[in-house]
Every structure is written in C-alpha cells, then in structure tokens.
C-alpha cells in the first residue's frame, strides 16, 4: 500500500446515534460510496492532508492486504472532540 493518508470513520448506516461526536457531518466512503459521519476536526485534518475518506469495513479489507500498515495517531483536536463527547455523554442520550 502507498503512503496515502486513509482516514477510517463509522458508515452513517452503522452508527449508534450515541456514538457521533457532535458537529460532525456525513461524508463519502472513497471505495464503496457509502455515507460515513466526520467530525469537525478529522475533516479539517482531512482538508489539510489531502486525505482519503473510508469506511471501518473497507479499511478492515485494505488492512488485510498491507503487511506494514502506518497509523497516525488522533490530532489534539480530535482527542479534545472524543473527551468532549465522553465527559458530556448522557445515559439518554
């Protein structure tokens, strides 16, 4: 696998309403053409990179084929959005 930034988020059809930090909006998985939700921060990190947009299942399958795959870790803005959404979760939510 080339050195091309994938970035992994959850299909909108899968994802526990619970589960998508707030703000985020819906974008296109580049190998199926399935919608994904995004956070603010991973489509501005996504803008900035120049990434490519895939779905956890799709990502899974090009995982499979890479045998020395390169993960990035989050960027302190997303870190901020997931403890945002974890300290302000609600049981009713």
């Known amino acids: 696998m080339d050195d091309k930034i ?9 994802a526990d309403p619970r ?3 707030e ?5 296109i998985c580049q190998t199926c053409w399935k919608e994904v939700w995004i956070s603010p921060a991973t ?4 803008e900035e990179k120049n990434g ?16 020395d795959p390169k993960f990035i870790s ?3 803005e997303q ?10 979760d609600e049981p009713d939510r």
Not at 6 to 12: D, L, S, V
Not at 52 to 67: I, R, Y
């Open 6 to 14: 994938i970035i992994t988020c959850m299909r909108a059809e899968d």
């Open 19 to 21: 589960c998508i930090i």
């Open 23 to 27: 703000g985020s909006t819906k974008d």
């Open 43 to 46: 489509l501005k990190f996504k």
């Open 52 to 67: 490519e947009v895939t779905c956890f299942v799709c990502a899974s399958k090009m995982f499979e084929n890479d045998d």
């Open 74 to 76: 989050r960027t302190p």
């Open 79 to 88: 870190q901020a959005e997931l403890l945002k959404s974890f300290l302000n």
